[in-house]
Structures are given as structure tokens and as C-alpha cells.
């Protein structure tokens, strides 16, 4: 039985991980590791199988909690765990400097203290910035990095942090680099959820801008199985950028969303762009198709429609996550009270 340390896995990709791993992997083991921040949530591992799998309640920044949560010579470290969305880091920058940062080092230290092989660092195609728009151009491996939000900027020092831990001390690392993720179980702050929940409930859809920022969708646990790749045959030392090539303007995400579920366009509302707001990402994932054998597997319609029929099957879900510290935060934002 190998036994991985997975950081975040109360979250959306993270809980995503943990159920397909245990799913698909029967000599696996987990150890959890998730301070349940507001995007922490339970209910996301509800009817995981409980004999291997163990949570643990702790920050990542917290050194004496992960040495004790961590495995001695636990095989890997899954770094998930992240303040995760661009807004709020407009809003308010430490925290994610906080544990995008100090978090990963501390999980770094941790690892080497514990004798980990490999160590997973979960980052994101923002690192590289923003592309222009309607060009050909497209996110690389050897892009640069040049994050524009704070989010971005935490992440980009968080690849930092992981490759000075491999060039100084010689850690086994790993970073992957993915773009726009959807599917069940999403805090409705993000795009899709956000529109989905809003629209199930005939609220206003709040758009950017003039909603033509590029995004570059792929579903979920294709990312996962990308994630899981890169653990059993990347190479150390390097990044692969993580794609579905699926390019999408906002606006037609709503408009799909809308159409799906039959309700009128006339529900989108058009709000001030996001400061600094990236225009465009799109990933060439021809390194991870190449080295990891990947490719993802399902297509849009298919993991769109998933989608929405999953935040449909679980109101209870999305009222329970609506709820609380998401009303106050909502109001701010978009200047609206939820229903
Ligand atoms: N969502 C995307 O589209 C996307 C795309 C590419 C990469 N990523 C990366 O994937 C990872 C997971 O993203 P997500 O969308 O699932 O995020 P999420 O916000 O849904 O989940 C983050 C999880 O981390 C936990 N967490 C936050 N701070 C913590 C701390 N200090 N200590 C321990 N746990 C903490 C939260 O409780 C939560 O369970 C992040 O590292 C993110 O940067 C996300």
C-alpha cells in the first residue's frame, strides 16, 4: 500500500483527486490534509471510502501540524491546498501570499523531513499571464511566467519556492500547470457554478466586461488524471501545461449555461470588468500528450451538461454553500443581495 499526502482535498479538484485516486487505484492510501476554509467543505468527500482515506483538519502553513499529519516516507505530496480565486485576491492579497507561499515551503521542509519521493505542486496556466486576443499564440512550457493578479502572482512564487527546494536541496518535484477547470461539487464563486446556481434560481447573471475573455475549459477529472501522470511518469524538475483545447469566449459559457437549463438570455447582466482582467488563455498541452500519454476524455457538451445536471441533482448542496460568509461576499462584489 503506498500512502500519498493530498493538501486541499476538501475542495473542488482537490476532493475531485481524492475520489478518483481511490476509485482507480486500490493499493493507494490517502492522508487529506484541509483547513476547511470558506471553499473547504465536507460535504465534497461525502461517501468517500473511509478505509483509506484519512482526514486531517490543519494549515499548510502550520509546520508542527503537517510534520504530524505527514507519513514518514509517504510516497508523494499532492499540493492542492491554495487560496484559489482572482477576486478575492484583488480584494485582499495576504492571505493568499500566506498559503500559497509560506504554505508550499512549509509542505517543501515537511517532505524532506519526512522523506517523500516526489512532491506534486497543482499550479495553474495564470502563472504565464495573458495572451492576446484572437491570436494563435499559446501557453508553453516555456512561456514566462508573468502573473497579473495577486492570485497569479502567489502561484508563479509558489513554482518558485518548489524549484529552489529541487536545486538546493535536490527534491523530486513536479509542477503542473492547468487551465480553466469545471464540474460538480465548484464553489459558486467561479464562473460556471456562479451562473449555473444564479440561473437556477432566476437571478441576474453578473458578466465582465464585454464578456469576450477567453477561458480554456476542461472538465475536472480529466485534470486529476493529468495530475496523477505526472506523479507516475513526468520527469523531475519540469512543468507540463494541462489543456483540454477548449477555448471559450465567456459570454457563449453563459449563453450554453442559459440554454441548457431554458432559461431567457435577458437574465445576463453586464457588470465593470475585473481589474486587470486577463484576456485571453489558451494552453498547447502537446508536452503532457507527448511524455505523460495523456488526453482528455470528455468533451464540453458532454462535461457541461454533467455539470449541470449534478448542481441540479444537489440544491441542498448549493443552498447550503450560498449560504453564510458567500451572502456577504456576493453583495460586495456584484452589489446584490442573493435570494
Ligand atoms: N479551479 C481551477 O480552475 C484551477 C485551475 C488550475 C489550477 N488550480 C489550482 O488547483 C488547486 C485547487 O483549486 P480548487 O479550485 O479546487 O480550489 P478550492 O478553493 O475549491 O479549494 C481549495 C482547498 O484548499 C483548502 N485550503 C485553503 N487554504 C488552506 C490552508 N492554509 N491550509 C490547508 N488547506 C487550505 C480549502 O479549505 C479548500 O478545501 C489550487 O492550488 C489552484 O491554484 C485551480
Same mark, same amino acid.
Given at each position: 500500500?503506498?500512502? !500519498?499526502?493530498?493538501?486541499?482535498?476538501?475542495?473542488?479538484?482537490?476532493?475531485?483527486?481524492?475520489?478518483?485516486?481511490?476509485?482507480?487505484?486500490?493499493?493507494?492510501?490517502?492522508?487529506?490534509?484541509?483547513?476547511?476554509?470558506?471553499?473547504?467543505?465536507?460535504?465534497?468527500?461525502?461517501?468517500?471510502?473511509?478505509?483509506?482515506?484519512?482526514?486531517?483538519?490543519?494549515?499548510?502553513?502550520?509546520? %508542527?501540524?503537517?510534520?504530524?499529519?505527514?507519513?514518514?516516507?509517504?510516497?508523494?505530496?499532492?499540493?492542492?491546498?491554495?487560496?484559489?480565486? /482572482?477576486?478575492?485576491?484583488?480584494?485582499?492579497?495576504?492571505?493568499?501570499?500566506?498559503?500559497?507561499?509560506?504554505?508550499?515551503?512549509?509542505?517543501?521542509?515537511?517532505?524532506?523531513?519526512?522523506?517523500?519521493?516526489?512532491?506534486?505542486? /497543482?499550479?495553474?496556466?495564470? /502563472?504565464?499571464? =495573458?495572451?492576446?486576443?484572437?491570436?494563435?499564440?499559446?501557453?508553453?512550457?516555456? =512561456?514566462?511566467?508573468? *502573473?497579473?493578479?495577486?492570485?497569479?502572482? =502567489?502561484?508563479? =512564487?509558489?513554482?518558485?519556492?518548489?524549484?529552489?527546494?529541487?536545486?538546493?536541496?535536490?527534491?523530486?518535484?513536479?509542477?503542473?500547470?492547468?487551465?480553466?477547470?469545471?464540474?460538480?461539487?465548484?464553489?459558486?464563486?467561479?464562473?460556471? *457554478?456562479?451562473?449555473?446556481?444564479?440561473?437556477? #434560481?432566476?437571478?441576474?447573471? *453578473?458578466?465582465?466586461?464585454?464578456?469576450?475573455?477567453?477561458?480554456?475549459?476542461?472538465?475536472? %477529472?480529466?485534470?486529476?488524471?493529468? !495530475?496523477?501522470?505526472?506523479?507516475?511518469?513526468?520527469?523531475?524538475?519540469?512543468?507540463?501545461?494541462?489543456?483540454?483545447?477548449?477555448?471559450?469566449?465567456?459570454?457563449?459559457?453563459?449563453?450554453?449555461?442559459?440554454?441548457?437549463?431554458?432559461?431567457?438570455?435577458?437574465?445576463?447582466?453586464?457588470?465593470?470588468?475585473?481589474?486587470?482582467?486577463?484576456?485571453?488563455?489558451?494552453?498547447?498541452?502537446?508536452?503532457?500528450?507527448?511524455?505523460?500519454?495523456?488526453?482528455?476524455?470528455?468533451?464540453?457538451?458532454?462535461?457541461?451538461?454533467?455539470?449541470?445536471?449534478?448542481?441540479?441533482? #444537489?440544491?441542498?448542496?448549493?443552498?447550503?454553500?450560498?449560504?453564510?460568509?458567500?451572502?456577504?461576499?456576493?453583495?460586495?462584489?456584484?452589489?446584490?443581495?442573493?435570494?
Amino acid at each position: 500500500m503506498r500512502t !500519498i499526502f493530498v493538501t486541499g482535498g476538501a475542495g473542488f479538484i482537490g476532493s475531485a483527486f481524492v475520489r478518483m485516486v481511490l476509485e482507480r487505484e486500490s493499493d493507494v492510501a490517502i492522508v487529506d490534509y484541509d483547513a476547511l476554509t470558506y471553499a473547504g467543505n465536507m460535504e465534497n468527500l461525502a461517501g468517500v471510502d473511509d478505509t483509506r482515506h484519512t482526514f486531517v483538519h490543519g494549515d499548510i502553513c502550520d509546520r %508542527e501540524a503537517v510534520l504530524a499529519a505527514m507519513p514518514d516516507g509517504c510516497d508523494a505530496v499532492f499540493n492542492f491546498a491554495a487560496e484559489s480565486h /482572482v477576486d478575492r485576491s484583488i480584494t485582499s492579497a495576504g492571505e493568499f501570499l500566506r498559503t500559497n507561499i509560506i504554505g508550499t515551503q512549509v509542505l517543501l521542509d515537511a517532505a524532506r523531513e519526512r522523506g517523500v519521493r516526489r512532491f506534486v505542486q /497543482v499550479s495553474t496556466d495564470e /502563472v504565464m499571464g =495573458s495572451l492576446p486576443d484572437d491570436s494563435d499564440e499559446y501557453f508553453t512550457e516555456a =512561456s514566462p511566467l508573468q *502573473p497579473n493578479s495577486p492570485y497569479a502572482a =502567489s502561484k508563479a =512564487s509558489a513554482e518558485f519556492v518548489v524549484r529552489a527546494a529541487q536545486e538546493t536541496f535536490g527534491v523530486d518535484a513536479v509542477i503542473t500547470r492547468c487551465g480553466n477547470n469545471y464540474g460538480p461539487r465548484q464553489f459558486p464563486e467561479k464562473l460556471i *457554478p456562479l451562473m449555473i446556481a444564479n440561473a437556477m #434560481n432566476d437571478e441576474p447573471l *453578473p458578466v465582465y466586461g464585454d464578456g469576450r475573455n477567453v477561458r480554456d475549459w476542461i472538465y475536472v %477529472e480529466d485534470h486529476c488524471a493529468a !495530475i496523477w501522470l505526472a506523479y507516475e511518469k513526468g520527469r523531475s524538475g519540469e512543468a507540463y501545461n494541462i489543456g483540454a483545447r477548449n477555448e471559450r469566449y465567456n459570454i457563449d459559457v453563459v449563453t450554453a449555461i442559459l440554454d441548457l437549463l431554458g432559461k431567457p438570455h435577458s437574465l445576463i447582466k453586464y457588470v465593470a470588468d475585473r481589474l486587470g482582467h486577463d484576456r485571453r488563455y489558451a494552453i498547447d498541452p502537446a508536452k503532457a500528450e507527448n511524455e505523460l500519454g495523456w488526453k482528455p476524455s470528455i468533451t464540453w457538451e458532454a462535461g457541461l451538461a454533467a455539470t449541470i445536471g449534478w448542481y441540479r441533482d #444537489n440544491q441542498a448542496w448549493v443552498d447550503h454553500v450560498r449560504s453564510g460568509e458567500y451572502r456577504e461576499y456576493y453583495r460586495k462584489m456584484y452589489g446584490a443581495t442573493l435570494a
